[in-house]
T-cell receptor, first 114, second 116 residues
Framework: GDSVTQMEGPVTLSEEAFLTINCTYT??????LFWYVQYPGEGLQLLLK?????DKGSNKGFEATYRKETTSFHLEKGSVQVSDSAVYFC?????????????FGTGTSLTVIP | NAGVMQNPRHLVRRRGQEARLRCSPM?????VYWYRQLPEEGLKFMVY????????ESGMPKERFSAEFPKEGPSILRIQQVVRGDSAAYFC??????????????FGPGTRLTVL
């Protein structure tokens, strides 16, 4: 079945450091891929998405490229800020657009220290 | 343009009581999903509903849990005879599929249920 495997945390970085959070997936067909961010005490917010192979999603300095050959969708940011401290979830939506569930990774907690 | 609304945001129940969680999808969305997030874990799918229909309840516990999405009004997730293990954050998401080949879901702020 479809699934997402996400790098375990927690991750602690200094401000302005480079961030990578690994995400790989297993799916049939051509799923859409998403990164969601959850700030403390809040719900999930869509950070970025990619709907087909080689697409690059980007938002707020974060980027992720949909790599079909390696079944990956790693999240990167060149210079993190304290305000980026949150939990990041990689998610997959199956290729059939009939309203199926999302499959989420377990989340990676990021703490950025000044 | 209001997003997905959930209420209450926090709910405290004693063991054996009933918990009712409400979700109003985004305007124009007719598909609702419920997820549960246990402490220190990711989101787990529970149920997917369209208006007046349960489409997929494969993630729903067989007992005590039920969900509905009536023709009028919000979607309701009901937990009967709550136990401490039900303590979690429950998130609702909605989507609109018409004309889109991917299924982007928009999440509400969640209801944090605490069972004493």
């Amino acid at each position: 079945g479809d699934s997402v495997t996400q790098m375990e945390g927690p991750v602690t970085l200094s401000e302005e450091a480079f961030l990578t959070i690994n995400c790989t997936y297993t799916a049939t067909g051509y799923p859409s891929l998403f990164w969601y961010v959850q700030y403390p005490g809040e719900g999930l917010q869509l950070l970025l998405k990619a709907t087909k192979a080689d697409d690059k999603g980007s938002n707020k300095g974060f980027e992720a490229t949909y790599r079909k050959e390696t079944t990956s969708f790693h999240l990167e940011k060149g210079s993190v800020q304290v305000s980026d401290s949150a939990v990041y979830f990689c998610a997959l939506s199956p290729s059939i657009s009939t309203g199926n569930q999302f499959y989420f990774g377990t989340g990676t907690s990021l703490t950025v220290i000044p | 343009n209001a997003g997905v609304m959930q209420n209450p945001r926090h709910l405290v129940r004693r063991r054996g009581q009933e918990a009712r969680l409400r979700c109003s999808p985004m305007k124009g969305h007719s598909h609702v999903y419920w997820y549960r997030q246990l402490p220190e874990e990711g989101l787990k799918f529970m149920v997917y509903l369209q208006k007046e229909n349960i489409i997929d309840e494969s993630g729903m516990p067989k007992e005590r849990f039920s969900a509905e999405f009536p023709k009028e009004g919000p979607s309701i997730l009901r937990i009967q005879q709550v136990v401490r293990g039900d303590s979690a954050a429950y998130f609702c998401a909605s989507s609109e599929l018409a004309g889109k080949h991917y299924n982007e879901q928009f999440f509400g702020p969640g209801t944090r249920l605490t069972v004493l």
